[in-house]
């Protein structure tokens, strides 16, 4: 895949409480059903004393790896809920449990996909959605007396600025996706009037940031 959407690197948990039971959600990358097993196997150490842990993940170019465990909710109240909240927001290559310490009133199946759901939903966006992009890295540099000119136009362009090194010239270290380098540099080309210099370097995925939800 050129681009995809998961969540932020390192993961991370949050926790809600619904009618005094606790909803931990926990989430991770995971880029095969190794991977996402031990990171389950992990929480499931660590909360061993926890009612339920139940579990989601859908991992690869199509999500073709997909999973759902209750864990001993009601079939289909919890891990399918979960599931569905990382399709709709179609993310790849991640991991989810939610650990449940039953708090003494029981919630019905309706609320435990509500509470499951929500769960999975809020850390998503606890940990925060990132797009990633294969992008090429792309130095541009350019002579100080067009280095105004150049910072205001990559400040209202597309492309991410990574860094800026200056030295004799101003060298600026940019990511742009693969397909859009020829376009870059023409577009740089009459803006400084052919005044710039290019060094095209390797590809490599970026992380960029996107607001979930918006399917």
Known sequence: MITYKTITEGG???????????????????FSEEEAKAFVDTIKKEHWKATHNCVAFQIG?????QRALDDGEPSGTAGVPMLEVLKQNDLHNVVVV???????????????VRAYSSAVSEVMHEVGVVERQVQTAVDVTVDYSLSGMMENWLENSTYQLQ?????????????????????????IIDLTSDQASFEVGEETYVDVPVNPDNH
């Open 98 to 112: 939610v650990t449940r310490y039953f708090g003494g009133t029981k919630l019905g199946a309706g609320g435990l």
């Open 61 to 65: 170019d199509r999500n073709e790896i």
């Open 12 to 30: 991370g948990s949050h926790e809600i409480e619904i009618k005094g039971s606790r909803f931990i959600g926990h989430i991770a990358r995971a």
């Open 163 to 187: 860094d800026t090194t200056y030295m004799e010239n101003v060298t600026y270290h940019l990511g742009v996706p693969t397909a859009q380098v020829d376009q870059l540099k023409s577009e």
